[in-house]
């Protein structure tokens, strides 16, 4: 599929719930949530029905994600059932690894973690949120004392057999600037490769504000500062829009997943966005979105459904609107980060 810029579309990011277990500032502000009800969310028979019709338009990859992936009961099953779908490649998750050291109850095999049921399950890659090593900064951004949990997380991912594990830090001005080393030493000593993301607007206006924003670009001369001038590797690409850098005299990448600075951003974007209640989103930066669960429950074809696939491909707008008129609407956690 390619859109009329030229995106070539081969990635879909599924959100399969609007629920967390976390209550982060910049994506879910409000401690009283009104979660979706439980028949406006899409089944997984739903989801598989779409991704199939995706897979047989161009889909290759695929990134479970949320809200919080790992509190929606059966996951493991929708993986599986992910990875038997013909032309699916590559299958990732997001998280914010809280749950990953758990033993699910329901899975036979003593004491094995979600971790690794994830990666037989056929998992190829995870990304874990980690904006902090500081267990007070780590309660004050989530609103929950799970810090020693998620690193637990980020432990069994380590050892579960995922052929990558990245980390993911949102930048904040103030929280970030003096952790930006330690947590490079930390990926070092994990294997990870880190990125630092830029604050979007995506949840309240409060969310990103002159006072909170810090740059991928200021980041990049705090590191500078500690390790010397760091080198471009253009030529490294993982499937999103993170741009890679290495830390001189070493063997270890950065990314930078520089939203709203990165003028070229858009230009190698592949993906469509279908959320937790079946709609199919062309960009995240821009609230233009396709409803797929109405048609789906009224007895559309596949025919039909390809269709609206389609012209939610060709609607794809060039670039998102972040940086003009974008106005927050549906919250990350809505939409499916
Ligand atoms: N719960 C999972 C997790 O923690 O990764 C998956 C969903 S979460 C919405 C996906 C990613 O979006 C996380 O790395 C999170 O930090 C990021 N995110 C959420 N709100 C954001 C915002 N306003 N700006 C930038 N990144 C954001």
Known sequence: M???????????RISITDRCNERCRYCLPEERQEWLPRDGILSYEEILRILRIGAGMGIRKVRITGGEPLTRRNVLSLIRSVAAVPGVEDIGISTNGTLLADVPAEESGE????????????????????????????????NRDFHARALAGIEAACVAGFESVKLNCVLMK??????????????????????FIELMPVSTTEVLTADNFLSCGTVQQILAARYGPLVPCPEVRTNGPASYWRIPDRNQLVGFIGAMTNLHFCESCNKLRLTADGKLRPCLGSHMETDLITPLRAGASDDEITRLIADTVDRKPKEHDFRTTYLPGRRMIAIGG
């Open 174 to 195: 103030g929280r970030t600037e003096h952790e930006v080393s330690d947590l490079v030493e930390f990926a070092h000593d994990h294997e990870c490769l880190l990125r």
């Open 2 to 12: 390619e859109d009329r810029f030229g995106h070539r579309i081969s990635y879909l």
């Open 111 to 142: 004491g094995v973690t979600m971790a690794r049921h994830l990666v037989e399950a056929g998992v190829r890659t995870v990304n874990i949120s980690l904006d902090t090593l500081d267990q007070a900064a780590y309660a004050a951004i989530t």
